[in-house]
């Protein structure tokens, strides 16, 4: 069977504006990624913000065409038109939902444009209200009526309603509090289980990861870093930035904090990539050679399922 | 890196030998607003203090208070909030000084830093410039002794190139960088409390890391202490001795951080807790505490309709902060020494 999402050799570009008679420089946000993802499946996008975690999941969902190389989806079910198999939910749910609109209409906007009429667009709306644990009331009230976590269900329903196989999920827990995040987290594992969706989960939370990511990819300045089945990654962690990131969360019951273990400087600008390596101006391991050669992707030693970019993994 | 401690004679303290005497004194804090059905009451009964080069991290969701409380200290409540009770800070009660009180103790005594350093800073002045204004207005320095002074002090937070960058304007640095300048500009006047709202919820958690350390840092250099507010346990764990958590205006619990953490007493701290997905462990479904803070009884405990454990008493009595253990305050009827 092919896998669900293939990702072959990925870059995106950017243009900058230029002089005149001059060509802007390019950013690039994404550059030769390949990732692949197994139906019902979940894969994690992890890095700073500048890594290009979230335009890669723009390119997911359709929104932004890949500069080089091509995304595939396979859909195991046929998808009539307008019923998307890739579907995206955003990180603030308060500019993702028009406030002029009733529940009703946003969520069934997609079913809308695929020409769905409306006694079947409504039945619809009130079964992923159901899902995503609304009441069925809440379709003729307006976003504003409604906190932060019942909008992020209201997103996720119209991200149900055409019945993907794929949710691109971009850092849909960061906007929300504390409390509030462990039952959107909760509510996204029952769909998954339920009806056997796929996310491609992008964050930079590791607590949030470690609890749905089946796999981990590593994303910094638009390469990868490192790639991995989740249990790996968290035990084992090969590439160095793998490491200083998972250092850095803070987690209770350490005490305080010992100084100085924090990564030193910041991501540098995607104009103007480090040469070899990326990450080799901020990496405590860095030699000659990572100033000069791209590592490949390869797996660490003894573990051929972890693929690590670095002249030094462990 | 060093900040002086030119004209005060308290001597940096370590870290860990905190509550020396208490720097700080909140007692019966109440802050309360007008509004069309009546006054609400956004903290209520609020106690208590911090110590010399302590570092007190108040806890709690959005709602709870926590930022109302920081806001008071500094006398920046919004116009139409009333504050009541006793703030004493160095043996004289803030609340009811002047404006002209406020405004000689605010960025010299007690400083604060926000969450968006975007909004806190003038956009249309250089980073230098701002920071010297400080110094001009409470030290009296000229421009071109305070623009200098300025740029010290950039380079003490760990900017790189500060000559230059404190003639940049705040868009032009990075958000790391920013709230490293607007901590800059904070410690200008070597205030004895720093009062910290969220400084690191915007940041990327390497960035964190390196803001958490350059406060521990700084309070090691100068023995100042910190207010620290979050949502996130996780984070306040990392730097305080001593944590407040508060629930819907009010103080639940109150006790040195590893008390907080490896015995958590109050059903509301344990269930912040549970809550928080910890990277270290994987289970198949996560902690929710019910409910809503939005749903608030009129009578009793603010959390019984949220608690597993609540009873009559619960939603007929406000339970009072009691010593439930040596050191550990906690506001329960559940929970009893």
Redesign the interface.
Known sequence: MKPLLEINDVSIHFGMRGGLFQAGPTLRAVDNVSLSMNKGETLAIVG??GSGKSTLGYAVAGLRPPTKGSIQINPARPHSSGRDPVQIIFQDPFSALDPRMTVETIVAEPLRLAGVDLSNRRMRVTEVLEQVGMPADAAHRYPHQF?GGQRQRLAIARALIGDPELIVADEPLSAL???I???I??LM?DIREKLGISYFFIS????????LADRVAVLYLGRIMEVAD?DDI?ATPSHPYTQ??????????????L??????G??PTPLNPPSGCVFHTRCPRATAICSTERPELLPAPGRSGQLSACHHKD | MELQMAGRDTAPLPAAAATVGSLLEVRDLGVSFATKEGRAQVVTGLNYSIGEGETLGIVGESGCGKTMTSLSLMGLVPPGGRVTGEIRFGGRNLVDQSARDWRSLRGRDIAMIFQEPMTAMNPVMTVGRQIAEVLTVHEGLSTASAFDRAVELLEAVGIPSPNQRARDYPHQLSGGMRQRAMIAMALACKPKLLVADEPTTALDVTIQAQILDLILELQEDTGMSVQFITHNLAVVSELAHRILVMYAGRGVENAPAEKIFDNPLHPYTRGLIATLPDPDRKVDQLFVIPGSLRIQPQRGCRFASRCSLASEICAATEPPMLEVETDHFVACHKVTP
């Open positions: 700073e913000s906190s509090d504390v409390s995040q462990s039952r987290l909760n594992g930079h939370d590791f607590g949030v990861v470690r609890h989740a968290f200083a990131l998972l250092a850095a969360v803070p987690r209770i019951g350490r005490g305080r904090r100084r100085g273990s924090a990564l030193k910041e991501i």
